[in-house]
């Protein structure tokens, strides 16, 4: 604890204060202060020995560094005592699954996104599930065999199953940075290598062709939303084939065809589209808007046309052209256009490839590659790298594909050809 400080005065007190009276640096300091050299002295416990020593200074500095000397070292001495020589070494205090599990959470919760807290969530629920099951209660429990698994417990994809695991590794590596585990056994478990375990990110991105959004666009004008209607009063409960839900708002096809027209012509994410405000635009079709996902500022422009149906819309909605939302839920925002969609791709089907929102973004990449823009201005565009842009649209890149042909020709050119023979039986 720390120690009182006080001025004791002596019998022969140069200022002629009262003999054993007291006076504390504060009062001291007061204006018209008689000073003396009467010892200071520290009042207190230290290592539960209660006593009053001089500290053998008459100045406050000097008297203050004497106490800090003893609170320092814990004794009257002022000297370090002797370090107790253990018998044994301390073993290191062993951590719980479910304390570190806390631990690990409330660090993402302050720097994650929303989408990501969620995953991290369920992959660590799943963990602490595949624990319990196997009566796992502390964290040093787990061991790479466990980890491996777990991982082959899980009904996924190979690719999905890698992913999650960059998820477990980062679990078990926070572990290890907080010298609660010696090694992450998550490291010593690799993702198998083969054609169906393959990064499937390294792939090129499939967009939609011109034929599948003419096919998109005739289902807005022709069918969606003009099919007969028959009603049941359990609709939202037991869903039957042909019965369409009555809602408050009624999304036409032109709505649908338009948020089709913006995703494709600004290469935006959907998150981006639903939330899209007139004021983005502006009186020369620029647009400029930070992307929700990555917080990026990306510039676009718009034809005249795209621009007359945003500014109707605003007119006939407010300044959110695809309406405005009550709730802050990205996902539930999303969520509302994703089922409109899948509703109009039920109609103009069948697929090839299963059609997705993010489509849009990648047809946005495929129409300026094909025009011969450069990759780099394409990666402006949508907010991406240079090289992200190279590596999922690379076979759209037209100076790509003319370099490699002429690389081509030049190679076989002057190779021997097989001589022309007749055809036999």
Request: hydrophobic share 35%; charged share 30%.
């Amino acid at each position: 604890m720390a120690l009182a400080t006080y001025r004791r005065h002596r019998r022969d007190c140069k200022a002629g204060h009262p003999e054993d009276s007291k006076s504390v640096e504060f009062e001291e300091r007061k204006r018209g202060w008689k000073r003396c050299d009467c010892p200071i002295f520290g009042s207190g416990t230290l290592s539960r020995n209660f006593r009053r020593q001089s500290t053998g200074q008459w100045e406050w500095d000097g008297a203050r560094a004497v106490i800090a000397l003893w609170e320092r070292a814990g004794n009257w001495h002022g000297t370090d005592p002797a370090p107790q020589q253990d018998s044994a070494p301390k073993k290191p205090e062993r951590i719980t699954v479910d304390r570190a599990v806390k631990a690990f959470t409330t660090e993402f919760e302050q720097h994650a996104a929303f989408n990501t807290q969620k995953k991290y969530r369920l992959l660590i629920a799943k963990l602490k599930a595949f624990g319990e099951n196997r009566g796992y209660v502390m964290l040093d429990q787990w061991t790479p065999i466990d980890v491996r698994e777990m991982r082959s417990s899980w009904p996924v994809s190979p690719q999905t199953a890698a992913k999650n695991m960059s998820t477990i590794k980062a679990f078990f590596e926070f572990c290890v940075s907080n010298e609660w585990l010696p090694r992450n056994p998550a490291r010593l478990v690799k993702n198998p290598r083969g054609r169906d375990a393959a990064d499937t990110r390294s792939e090129q991105k499939q967009p939609f062709s011109d034929d599948e959004l003419k096919r998109m666009y005739e289902a807005c004008a022709t069918t969606y939303g003009k099919q007969p209607l028959t009603w049941s009063r359990d609709i939202h409960h037991n869903p039957a084939k042909g019965e369409y839900a009555r809602y408050n708002r009624k999304w036409t096809g032109q709505d649908l065809a338009d948020f089709i027209s913006l995703s494709v012509y600004t290469g935006l994410r959907i998150s981006d589209v639903c939330t899209f405000r007139a004021d983005r635009l502006q009186p020369g079709g620029q647009v400029l808007i930070r992307t929700t996902k990555a917080g990026t500022h990306v510039y676009t422009w718009l034809p005249k046309w795209l621009q007359d149906r945003i500014r109707e819309r605003t007119n006939e909605h407010g300044p959110y052209i695809f309406g405005q939302h009550t709730t802050k839920d990205m996902n539930v925002i999303t969520d509302v256009w994703r089922r409109k969609l899948i509703k109009l791709w039920e109609l103009c089907g069948p697929w090839e490839q299963t059609p997705t929102p993010h489509r849009f973004r990648h047809t946005f990449a495929r129409i300026l590659l094909e025009q011969g823009v450069r990759a780099r201005d394409v990666a402006d565009l949508l907010g991406n790298s240079e090289a992200i842009v190279l590596r999922h649209y690379g076979a759209w890149v037209t100076e790509r594909q003319q370099r490699l042909t002429r690389i081509l020709q030049e190679a076989f050119d002057n190779k021997p050809k097989p001589v022309n023979l007749p055809a036999g039986r």
